[in-house]
Structures are given as C-alpha cells and as structure tokens.
C-alpha cells in the first residue's frame, strides 16, 4: 500500500499542509484527523504510534501545540520535512491574521467593530474555563492521581489569583512534586 | 517586581508598559513559550498582562477572540498581533520567531531521543504534574478575565447567557469548536451591534 517518502514526493508535501493551515480555526490540532488521514492512511508514511507519539510529544514539551507538525514532517522526512510541514502549516495562517488584525485596529472604534469584540467576549471567556475543564478532566476521571491532581490544581488557582508569582515556579513545583510520585 | 501592589487591579483604557524593541518582544515569547507546559495561552496572559502590562484584560481578551476564530495555532496568531501592534511586520515576526524557535529545538531533540525516555515513571510523573499546574492556570486565567465583562455593553444577562452557551455547547454537548464559534460569535455580534447602536442613541 505504501511506498517510503522520497525527495519527489516534497513538493505535495508541502503543499498539502499549506491547505491545511486555512482549514486550522480553532488551531492546529484541529486538522490532527486530516493529517492523519493523509500521512498514515493515504500514503503510509507513519504508521499509527508515529502518529500518537508526535502529538504526545508536542503537548508534553514546552510551547504551543502546532508544534506536533513539525514532529510529524520530522518523522516522515527527517529535518527538511519538518521545516516543510511548520513553514506549510503556518505561512497562510499568518498572513491571513496580520492583515485581518490590522484590517480590525484600524476601524477599532467604528461601531462594527465593537460589536465584534464586546460581543465575542463571553464566549472567549467561556471557552477558556472549557480549556480549563478539559486539561483537569484527567485527573478528575482517574482515582489514582485525583486526590493529588485536584489539589495541585486548587492550590495553582489560588498562587494566580493571590500573588503575583510567575507561573514557572509552579510549573517546576509541579513537575518536582509528580517525579516523586505525589500527583 | 510589585508585589505590595493589589495584583486583582482593574485595567482599564490603554496599558501602562510596552516592550523596548523587537528583541525585548523575541526573548519575552521565548521566555514563555518556554514555561507553557499544556499551553502557552495561560502563561502569556500571566506575562504580558498581569506581569508586564504590555495590555489591558480587555485588550487581551479582544486580541484573543480574534485570535481563535482566524484560521492557524491560537497563541501563534495572538503573537503575531501583538508583536504588529508594536514594532509591525519585524514584531510580528520577532515575536513568533520567540514564540517557535526554542521550543521546536526541543520538540525535534526529543523526537530525536524519544525511545531513550519513554517509559522513565519519574518522568510519566512529572509531566502529570506540569499538566494538573497547566489546568490550574487556565482556569485562574478564565477567572482573572471575567470581570473585564462588566464593561460590556450588552449586559451581564447576555454575558452570562453566551458564556454559559458555549460551556454547555462545547464541555457538555461536545459539539466542535468548528461550529459553536461561527453560532455563537454571529450571534454575539448581533447582540452587541444592537446594544451598542441603543448606547448611541441614549448618549
């Protein structure tokens, strides 16, 4: 079914994920069934623990989660398939922001705009307690780590709204406190 | 760093602070793409509005909901406007230069290393930890926005109600994201168009 990547084959490559990045609303990982469908199903290029290990890996690491991209293009076709993948999947995207942002801030004031912002404000509130939701529902679900997971979880809460400590200090505090074993 | 000062002060109008120049914008996005273990959304917030006062909660916020509804990485979208709105096109691409450099180094060296690794319990472990702080400052950043709603010319009724909405719609019903924010942000727009257009005229 499947034939190894060749240099040839770059150019589709690319161009795919550049299609992709216009269909990325709401981020990156929303295209992850696409990509999918494409690297291992269509041309099998990964197979299906590829896959998983690139998105994985992507949101254990630090920084944003589009990042699974370039591990992916990295699995597929070593370094110049992850600079295809992250320059494909982000080119169009960018552009697209830039000129809607300024296209935006200059008519700030005009009552359309307001409109916009003042009238998508909750549900962007909303959606972050949603965010919120689902990164804790793990340990919620898990009996294992609840007591210890729940507990982090309030104590963060608190640190942000009571100080005005950076978050690295209970990032790290986390990641000492689950090495022992106690989350 | 203040911290005698009430850290919960209601910003309002423009932002106090603003970066010195495009690689002040470069090292600040490193600096927290860096501690965004589970997402970076939370530590920008915490960085650039709580602790910089490079923005406004409202301005942050209007950023944001522009951010998640164009195509592309949330956060990546949002550097690209802030670093715009202050040195444009070299701060845009300084700051999303920050925002991917670092990180993806280290993305690719792990995937590079990943079978040595994997499996390691400590490690398992520590990575359940950073997740249950990454939970927690999402849902203290969502608290820490709330009260920019007060503002809002539509009123905390309808605040509530599409705030609610999208909670339902999308923790409860699981619908995609794909559709709950084209509904609901048409119908926001509506909403607001028309508060505002009543504001105008009572003035």
């Known amino acids: 079914m499947s034939e190894a990547f060749v240099l040839a084959d770059l150019p589709e490559f690319f161009l795919r994920f550049l299609t992709l990045s216009l269909l990325s609303i709401g981020g990156a990982m929303a295209t992850a069934p696409e990509m999918h469908r494409y690297l291992v199903r269509e041309q099998g290029w990964l197979d299906e623990s590829g896959f998983t290990t690139a998105v994985a890996l992507a949101q254990a690491a630090p920084g944003p989660n589009v990042l699974f991209v370039p591990v992916l293009g990295y699995q597929v076709a070593g370094l110049v398939g992850a600079a295809a993948a992250l320059v494909g999947i982000l080119l169009p995207s960018t552009l697209l922001s830039l000129a809607v942002s300024r296209w935006g801030s200059r008519r700030r004031d005009t009552p359309a705009v307001r409109a916009f912002t003042s009238g998508l404000a909750p549900m962007t509130i909303g959606l972050l307690f949603v965010a919120g939701w689902v990164l804790a529902l793990p340990f919620v679900r898990e009996p294992d780590h609840r007591l210890g997971g729940i507990g982090l979880i309030a104590l963060t809460i608190a640190v942000m709204l009571k100080t005005r400590l950076g978050p690295i200090w209970l990032i790290l505090a986390g990641g000492l406190v689950g090495a022992l074993g106690a989350v | ?203």
């Open chain 2, 1 to 203: 760093m203040p911290t005698d000062q009430d850290p919960i002060h209601t910003s309002s109008g423009s932002a106090p602070a603003r970066p010195q120049s495009p690689a002040d914008l470069f090292l600040t996005f490193t600096v927290l793409a860096l501690q965004g273990f589970g997402g970076v959304l939370a530590v920008a917030q915490r960085e650039l509005v709580d602790r910089k006062q490079w923005l406004t909660r409202e301005e942050f916020i209007e950023s944001y909901s522009l951010a998640q509804l164009l195509p592309g990485p949330n956060v990546v979208n949002l550097s690209l406007m802030l670093g715009d709105r202050f040195f444009g096109l070299r701060g845009a691409l300084s700051a999303l230069a920050g925002m991917l450099t670092m990180p993806l180094v280290i993305v690719i060296v792990l995937a590079a290393f990943y079978n040595q690794f994997a499996g390691h319990a400590a490690i398992a472990g520590a990575l359940r930890g950073m997740g249950a702080v990454s939970a927690g400052l999402m849902i203290a950043m969502a608290c820490r926005l709330l009260p920019t709603l007060r503002a809002n010319p539509m009123g905390p009724l309808w605040c509530a109600l599409f705030a609610g909405l999208a909670i339902a719609l999308v923790a409860v019903l699981h619908l995609p994201l794909l559709w709950v924010v084209p509904m609901l942000g048409v119908a926001g727009w509506c909403v607001a168009r028309i508060a505002i257009a009543a504001e105008e005229r009572n003035r």
